[in-house]
């Protein structure tokens, strides 16, 4: 998929700053001339950035963009991160930052603590064969390719642990509202804030590709963000902080995460994870294409599976897959 050309990114570029700024300076910048710049314009406003535009002054972003910035990015990293991760990919729009990965894989490319980062994703995926809506400069679509020698059994509960990690970061930053509703989606008030899909390529026994994606919101905001479920972002919830150090916190923890998973597995995450379980405690159903179960969620255990009593006063044990989690009415 073919990213914004160069013209389209210096003009994103230029304009991210929400300042005000005149077609002859725009034309200038780009090469082109003052008439030819509203034809440029055009396609910024096709990304979905609403610009404004007043005679004598010139155009303007109805708010300012924060864009991702590969040197700033690069400061904030641990040093243990900066040490592990590989290349790292920056886009303004792609279809799937975890299909870029992906992708690369399946082309024989040695992908390993690859990261790859998109401004806007055309077709960001979710679980269960779900859209992820990726409005442009808005949120975090984040993926980050791991290689784990011993197969899919050294990643058991990963995507899990992600969640963990994910919550960690934002701690970290200073912001704890986060819980975890089975098995990785990040709740604030019952309010969808992110999502982990992590997606395997190569050998189930042997060498395997772990493409894990985060999606976070941040600075998306109601109008006109139909996602289809309730959802929070950072900035509704009142918690400014700026997409690089963001993903800078969210890579510092993965990386460390990843590092020691294949020896320690989830069972290190496990009471982690339960701390932080949106509805511990609470009368759940667990929705599956067949049938509907109803119980009290306990916990995970230390693969991950999920632990409910049953309304017959029964445990019962469920593994990920095609199971999602309602809370009772
Ligand atoms: C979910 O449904 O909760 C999981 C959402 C995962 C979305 C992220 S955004 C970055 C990465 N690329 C994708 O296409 N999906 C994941």
Not at 132 to 155: K, Q
Not at 203 to 223: K, P
Not at 272 to 300: C, H, P, T, Y
Not at 304 to 311: N, R, T
Request: one cysteine or more; hydrophobic letters at 40%.
């Amino acid at each position: 998929m073919p990213d914004l050309n160069f013209t389209l990114r210096t003009l994103v570029h230029h304009l991210s700053d929400g300042e005000w700024h005149s077609g002859e300076d725009l034309g200038e910048l780009i090469g082109v001339s003052r008439a030819a710049i509203s034809k440029q314009l055009k396609q910024v406003a096709s990304l979905g950035l609403k610009l404004e535009t007043v005679k004598g002054r010139g155009y303007r972003l109805r708010k300012p963009l924060d864009l991702y910035d590969a040197q700033q990015l690069d400061q904030l990293l641990s040093l243990q991160a900066r040490a592990r991760l590989g290349e790292r990919h920056i886009h303004y729009v792609i279809d799937s930052t975890n299909e870029f990965l992906m992708q690369r894989a399946r082309e024989g490319a040695q992908v390993h603590a690859e990261v790859c980062l998109a401004e806007q994703q055309l077709a960001g995926r979710g679980r269960r064969g779900r859209q992820w809506h990726s409005p442009f400069a808005e949120n975090v679509y984040l993926t980050l390719a791991w290689r784990f020698e011993d197969g899919v059994s050294a990643i058991e509960g990963l995507s899990l642990a992600v969640g963990v990690s994910v919550c960690a970061a934002l701690e970290k930053l200073g912001f704890d509202a986060a819980r975890l509703k089975w098995p990785n989606d990040l709740l604030v008030n019952g309010k969808k804030l992110g999502g982990v899909l992590v997606e395997l390529a190569g050998d189930a026994v042997s060498d395997c590709l772990a493409v894990i994606g985060v999606g976070l919101n941040l600075h998306m905001s109601s109008d006109e963000n139909d996602v289809g479920q309730p959802w929070a972002s950072l900035d509704q919830l009142g918690f400014g902080v700026s997409k690089n150090v963001l993903v800078a916190a969210v890579l510092n923890e993965l990386v460390d995460l990843l590092e020691n998973y294949q020896e320690q597995g989830f069972s290190r995450y496990r009471d982690a994870w339960n701390e932080r379980n949106a509805f511990a405690g609470q009368m759940v159903d667990l929705i599956s294409a067949s049938s509907s179960e109803r119980g009290k969620l306990l916990g995970v255990n230390s693969s991950g599976a999920l632990v409910m009593e049953s309304i017959d006063g029964s445990e019962k044990i469920f593994i990920g897959g095609e199971v999602s989690l309602r809370k009772s009415k």
